[in-house]
């Protein structure tokens, strides 16, 4: 007989903060320690709370874990995957990610969930990025980035 794994599921919601500077993009990112002691940087994200849209808990997650204030131009993707939480349940994750379109906030403004948050050039980002699956939605965001610019 099998022991069937308990398996908990999270929606979460996040995003890719940009702004222009000197006609280069930079994205807000995050850094955090990973349970393993490394440090791992991360785009923004966090839990939908309850009567709350995936729009407005990207914008509120952006605002408190990167201190930046920013409005939403178009959803990019989504993410699954899923971890161990520290008592053993095997939790599976969904996550929104947005295109935020940067509007005001600093970055030494971000809360204490994270380790420190910063402005990043795009292309720099990418490869700090610690996790494939945000690399990908990076990607996707800087494309739309480059299509909304070109406008």
Known sequence: MSV???VK???SSGGVIFREVDGRINV???TRTARSGLTVYCLPKGWIEKD???EEAAIREV???TGLTGRILNKIGEINYFFYSDKKEKIVKDVHFYLLEYISGITADHDEEVD???WFPF????????YKNEREILIKAGDMIRNI???
Do not use: H, M, N, Y
């Not at 292309?123 to 610690?130: K, Q, V």
């Open 9 to 11: 599921e999270q929606v």
């Open 149 to 151: 610019i070109s406008k």
């Open 123 to 130: 292309e720099e980002a990418i490869p700090l990025l610690s």
């Open 63 to 65: 605002r408190e874990e």
């Open 52 to 54: 709350e849209t995936p």
């Open 28 to 30: 807000g990112l995050i």
């Open 116 to 118: 420190d948050a910063g």
């Open 4 to 6: 069937r794994e308990k």
